[in-house]
């Protein structure tokens, strides 16, 4: 069994701390900042709050999650805690940025209509000029409230939620996917619960509990609305999460399968191999 800690290659956590010092605008949960010209991040690495990033002019390239999304004019890349990230964002590059400590996200969270997985899969979100004039204009207001004597807190929490419900219409208009969870509050809700107990509960029969539907019925839903089997989405969370633990965390393969709910070691490789067609340890082999 590979030990990450013994091969030094985990990926570090940035809480928001660490960029204050080039922060434009800020106060203890928020920063506002610009990216102008080049900057580019060698290493991946991960953040324990949101960020948002408005690109007026942009190119390069900004690798989430190991995919590489090309930056363009009038984006939001959205990046939720625990995301990996690096980039090459090049000299002609002009964006603003909010980073948004996880507490305060709560705050405006519910104006995301749609799962934080759902962004996640989705996190460069193209936008129309009149779609980008108003988030610009509220990056622009959050600033100016955060450089005020007095900033009023639920100035800037409400700014951020338009800010929030902006991107989801937007993603809605653009995507099949969000279409068709906003069609079906169930699906939305399945997904919500999902990202909470995915950990702890992997059958369906628990979400359809949640949900006040059976099993089955539950599974109709998936399967006609995404053409997948709600185990499908489970596993898909699973999975996702696998990854990013074998990937930056220095636990062994017993441990990260023990904090993903498996009862053994077996049980998780048998599960990832069939995801992936990896096992862990050559998962982990091959970063």
Known sequence: MLNRSSENKAVPTLDIHEFRTKQIAGKEELIFNEIIGENIIHKPHKHDFFIIILFDKGSGVHNIDSVDYTIGDNEVHVLFPGQIHKWHI??????????????????FAPAFRFSFTNYQNHPVISLDHNNYTQLLYEFNAIRSELLDENPVDQLISARSGVIAAIVSKVVENQSEEFKVYQANPKLVKFNWLIDKYYKKEKSIAFYADQLNITANYLNILSQRNLKISANKLIQQRITVEAKRLLYTSQNTIKEIAFELGFYDHAHFSNFFKSQTGFTPTQFRKKL
């Open 90 to 107: 090049n000299k002609e590059t002009k964006a603003y940025q909010l980073m948004i400590e996880s507490t305060f996200l709560e705050q």
